[in-house]
């Protein structure tokens, strides 16, 4: 099985900064895709960035973008998400997302983190 463990989240000020981290554990062969996604108050979960393995190419929510950066450390297994000019809109629990081979197996499986909150005040 793979863990993820998050971290980084907190309170801030609207315009203000955030890094999410989330580090994965366990019997990984190789992780492919890494992503973050959000929980807003009330409201479905949606997706925020996706990184892949391969190129390093990067996606985003139009709502995120240019404000927003994922980035992966393949060596660490780690994904960050670096959140500037935050808005209040942007408050909500934000999980990290993994689609992994697991040592000894062919196909990947799909984990998630357990959520960090991100609160920003206007």
Known sequence: ????????????QAGGSLRLSCTASGNIFMINTMAWYRQPPEKAREYVAFINR????ATYAESVKGRFT?????ARNTVYLQMNSLEPEDTAVYYCYVRAIL????SESEYWGQGTQ???SS
Do not use: F, K, W
């Not at 391969?54 to 190419?57: C, E, H, K, S, T």
């Not at 994922?70 to 393949?74: G, Y």
């Not at 040592?103 to 062919?106: I, K």
């Open 103 to 106: 040592l000894g197996r062919e």
């Open 118 to 120: 991100v609160t920003v």
């Open 70 to 74: 994922i980035s992966r450390d393949n």
């Open 54 to 57: 391969r190129d390093i190419a």
């Open 1 to 12: 099985q793979v863990q993820l463990v998050e971290s980084g989240g907190g309170v801030v």
